[in-house]
């Protein structure tokens, strides 16, 4: 399981023994990368189904909905967004240099 995929010096390996290694990895990070593929979709369709809900209600409907969901886009979730990753780099730094209370 600790094999590296890179064929050392001196060392053959089959082809099926590289086929079942990278199917292995892909399977590992599969695991890892599923959950946030599966957040950004579902985040992704709550907005193109907000649309195609209101556009059967008319086109001043359609059109002012398509606004908020920009604005809240702008305004709300990128500012989050910034705000949790300057949180993130702040807190890794500070647990590194164990200053737990700055």
Do not use: W
Request: proline fraction near 1%; charged fraction near 15%; hydrophobic fraction near 45%.
């Amino acid at each position: 399981m600790d094999k590296s995929l890179l064929i050392e010096e001196g060392e053959d390996r089959g082809g099926l023994e590289r086929c079942g290694l990278f199917v292995a990895e892909v399977k590992r990070l599969g695991y890892i990368a599923g959950p946030m593929v599966a957040v950004n979709l579902s985040q992704y369709f709550l907005q193109i189904i907000s649309i195609m809900m209101v556009g059967h209600l008319g086109q001043l409907s359609l059109s002012s909905t398509a606004i908020a969901i920009s604005f809240c886009a702008v305004s709300g979730f990128s500012l989050l967004f910034g705000m949790a990753c300057a949180l993130e780099t702040l807190s890794g730094q500070a647990y590194g240099a164990q200053q737990y209370n700055n």
